[in-house]
């Protein structure tokens, strides 16, 4: 029980820099070098259906996170699990990578190898191989490099992972007793688990998609998305193509059986909502029908206005449909009445629709031509 107890505090407390953690501790250090002794490993690849993996390979790292040598691996690609006979293990640090084929945009799809680095004497024996373990890792080796204990490093890239696209203070959380658990938990969530992927999807191919995550892990690695460029075109994707994106998330969700997707629709939209404040000049909604013009030059949507329209649960922010640009923006806004506004020899009436969830289209004109009754 002691062992246990002093286990969950280690891993509670990782994500603080402020509180030191002896790792010379007797007790401690004989917890961890039983949790390497005789470890039987099974995992999970958890990816949508658009990666086709090939190949799972294990390999053991030093104390630097460098490779030392390389561990037999049992692959079965149709369930994506893996397993690594009992054994014992001469570091606590365990570097998982699948290399396949990526097929979203295109038919032939593109080579991709992804990866995760975990501690295994800090986690149970099963791992999980997901699109975030990969982009945290040039990260994590940047912190471990300047000294962070790996646990640490590992929790503030989390974090930082999480602050491109959840309105999440690293501070706040740092001083959060326990924050560490339930944050990297929510990674269960289809939303969370998908969501990452399509900050990528700019390039419109899959090579490009494939290129784009490695030029995006180069620039985190310091803890922050330093390419403004790739950052704005990420949120215009997102702008213009928020319907699709939803649907191909929904899709994903239902093919991997994963449960209470509709509960999670809200976070999709959320998650849109925070990431184009950080590529738009804070742009951030505090009520529906609320105007923004976009001041960012690099964005197609340069000088152009958009909208924050409330959903059932949450706001979402899209471009003025064609004729919103003539007349002005038609949203929900709570207790308005009717407007009538003329153009171009016609007449037209802003209802105010109803909330709903989400739209089905970008382009949606909720201004109606006015007829005679």
Request: charged share 30%.
């Given at each position: 029980?002691?062992?246990?107890?002093?286990?969950?505090?280690?891993?509670?407390?990782?994500?603080?820099?402020?509180?030191?953690?002896?790792?010379?501790?007797?007790?401690?250090?004989?917890?961890?070098?039983?949790?390497?002794?005789?470890?039987?490993?099974?995992?999970?690849?958890?990816?949508?259906?658009?990666?086709?993996?090939?190949?799972?390979?294990?390999?053991?790292?030093?104390?630097?996170?460098?490779?030392?040598?390389?561990?037999?691996?049992?692959?079965?690609?149709?369930?994506?699990?893996?397993?690594?006979?009992?054994?014992?293990?001469?570091?606590?640090?365990?570097?998982?990578?699948?290399?396949?084929?990526?097929?979203?945009?295109?038919?032939?799809?593109?080579?991709?190898?992804?990866?995760?680095?975990?501690?295994?004497?800090?986690?149970?024996?099963?791992?999980?191989?997901?699109?975030?373990?990969?982009?945290?890792?040039?990260?994590?080796?940047?912190?471990?490099?300047?000294?962070?204990?790996?646990?640490?490093?590992?929790?503030?890239?989390?974090?930082?992972?999480?602050?491109?696209?959840?309105?999440?203070?690293?501070?706040?959380?740092?001083?959060?007793?326990?924050?560490g658990l339930s944050e990297q938990l929510e990674l269960k969530k289809s939303t969370t688990e998908y969501f990452p992927y399509v900050l990528f999807f700019y390039g419109g191919t899959d090579s490009a998609?494939?290129?784009?995550?490695?030029?995006?892990?180069?620039?985190?690695?310091?803890?922050?998305?330093?390419?403004?460029?790739?950052?704005?075109?990420?949120?215009?994707?997102?702008?213009?193509?928020?319907?699709?994106?939803?649907?191909?998330?929904?899709?994903?969700?239902?093919?991997?059986?994963?449960?209470?997707?509709?509960?999670?629709?809200?976070?999709?939209?959320?998650?849109?909502?925070?990431?184009?404040?950080?590529?738009?000049?804070?742009?951030?909604?505090?009520?529906?029908?609320?105007?923004?013009?976009?001041?960012?030059?690099?964005?197609?949507?340069?000088?152009?206005?958009?909208?924050?329209?409330?959903?059932?649960?949450?706001?979402?922010?899209?471009?003025?449909?064609?004729?919103?640009?003539?007349?002005?923006?038609?949203?929900?806004?709570?207790?308005?009445?009717?407007?009538?506004?003329?153009?171009?020899?016609?007449?037209?009436?802003?209802?105010?629709?109803?909330?709903?969830?989400?739209?089905?289209?970008?382009?949606?004109?909720?201004?109606?031509?006015?007829?005679?009754?």
């Amino acid at each position: 029980m002691k062992f246990l107890l002093l286990a969950l505090v280690f891993f509670f407390i990782g994500c603080s820099d402020s509180i030191d953690v002896s790792y010379n501790d007797d007790a401690y250090e004989q917890y961890l070098q039983e949790k390497l002794k005789k470890r039987e490993i099974y995992g999970r690849l958890v990816f949508p259906v658009s990666f086709v993996p090939k190949s799972v390979n294990a390999f053991e790292l030093d104390s630097n996170l460098k490779k030392t040598h390389e561990l037999d691996v049992s692959f079965d690609a149709k369930k994506k699990t893996f397993e690594i006979e009992k054994r014992d293990y001469e570091s606590r640090y365990l570097q998982i990578t699948t290399s396949g084929l990526w097929k979203n945009f295109d038919s032939s799809g593109h080579e991709v190898t992804f990866e995760s680095i975990t501690d295994i004497a800090a986690v149970s024996d099963s791992l999980y191989l997901r699109l975030f373990s990969h982009l945290e890792i040039p990260r994590i080796k940047q912190l471990v490099k300047e000294g962070y204990p790996f646990v640490t490093a590992k929790n503030k890239a989390v974090y930082e992972l999480f602050s491109l696209y959840r309105d999440t203070s690293l501070s706040s959380l740092e001083s959060s007793f326990g924050v560490g658990l339930s944050e990297q938990l929510e990674l269960k969530k289809s939303t969370t688990e998908y969501f990452p992927y399509v900050l990528f999807f700019y390039g419109g191919t899959d090579s490009a998609f494939v290129k784009d995550i490695e030029k995006f892990r180069k620039s985190f690695a310091n803890g922050v998305w330093q390419d403004s460029v790739a950052r704005v075109k990420s949120a215009d994707y997102l702008l213009k193509n928020y319907y699709m994106l939803y649907e191909l998330l929904t899709d994903w969700a239902f093919k991997e059986a994963r449960d209470h997707w509709s509960e999670e629709r809200y976070y999709f939209i959320d998650y849109i909502s925070n990431v184009l404040p950080k590529a738009f000049d804070s742009l951030r909604c505090s009520y529906s029908g609320q105007t923004f013009q976009i001041s960012a030059p690099t964005s197609e949507f340069y000088k152009d206005s958009v909208v924050c329209v409330e959903m059932e649960l949450c706001m979402l922010v899209r471009p003025f449909t064609d004729l919103e640009k003539k007349l002005g923006a038609c949203v929900y806004e709570k207790n308005a009445k009717d407007v009538t506004k003329e153009y171009d020899g016609n007449t037209y009436i802003c209802k105010h629709p109803y909330r709903y969830l989400i739209p089905d289209s970008t382009n949606v004109e909720n201004w109606k031509l006015k007829r005679d009754d």
